[in-house]
C-alpha cells in the first residue's frame, strides 16, 4: 500500500513523501503506521527500481477485496496516480482530487478498495484499476459491474498475468480502449 496511518496523529501518511524506508522508519516507531483498513502494523518496504510502499507485518485481515502488495502493483497505482494528474493538468479543479487506495464502502460485497480514484465534490467518480494478478472474464465484468452500480466510471490497466488476449478484447469492446503496463527489470 501507498498510504498508511500514524496513529498518532490520525493522519494519512504517503509512502512518496520520503525519499528511503530508512527515512520512514526514523521517524515513526515502531507499531505506529497501521493498514487503513485492518488497523494492523504496517512497515516501510524498498526494492530497488520500485516505488517506496508499505507492507503489513501480517497479512491483511480486512475482508474489504483489495489487491495484493507486490511492488509491481505498488508502482502501478504510482503510475495510474500520475496518469491522472497529467489527464487533469490543463483543467486543474479544486474539486476533484486524485485519491490512491479510495476506499468504496457500498462497492460489491464487502467494499473495495479502489487503486486509484479521481474523486469529485459533485459526486462523480472516475476510478483506475490496476490488474496485474491473473483474473477471469467473469471477475473482470463483475468488479466492472461493482463499479458502474455506484455510478463511477473505471479506466482498466492490465499488465503481466492480466494481460491476456481475452481481457483485453472484452475491455475494448466494453469501453473502446484498454491501459497496458508493463515491467521492465534491470539488473544493474
Ligand atoms: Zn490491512
Excluded at 492480466?162 to 484498454?178: I, K, P, Q, Y
Amino acid at each position: 500500500m501507498l498510504v498508511a496511518i500514524d496513529k498518532k496523529s490520525a493522519e494519512r501518511i504517503k509512502a512518496v513523501g520520503y525519499k528511503t524506508a530508512h527515512a520512514i522508519r526514523s521517524k515513526f516507531p515502531l507499531g505506529e503506521l497501521v493498514c487503513p483498513f485492518c488497523d494492523e502494523i504496517v512497515f516501510p518496504r524498498e526494492r530497488q527500481g520500485f516505488v517506496l510502499h508499505f507492507v503489513h507485518q501480517h497479512p491483511c485481515t480486512s475482508n474489504i477485496a483489495r489487491h495484493p502488495e507486490s511492488p509491481e502493483h505498488e508502482q502501478g497505482k504510482f503510475e495510474l496516480a500520475r496518469f491522472l494528474s497529467q489527464q487533469i493538468k490543463d483543467h486543474p479543479n479544486e474539486s476533484a482530487k486524485i485519491e490512491v487506495e479510495y476506499r468504496l464502502s457500498k462497492c460489491g460485497e464487502n467494499g473495495r478498495v479502489a487503486d486509484v480514484a479521481l474523486v469529485y465534490q459533485n459526486g462523480n467518480l472516475l476510478i483506475c484499476e490496476c490488474q496485474l494478478a491473473k483474473i477471469t472474464l467473469d471477475e473482470l465484468e463483475q468488479r466492472t459491474r461493482d463499479y458502474y452500480a455506484i455510478g463511477a466510471d473505471v479506466l482498466w490497466f492490465l499488465g503481466k498475468d492480466a494481460d491476456t488476449l481475452e481481457n483485453r478484447t472484452w475491455l475494448r469492446s466494453m469501453f473502446g480502449s484498454v491501459g497496458s503496463l508493463q515491467f521492465i527489470y534491470t539488473s544493474s
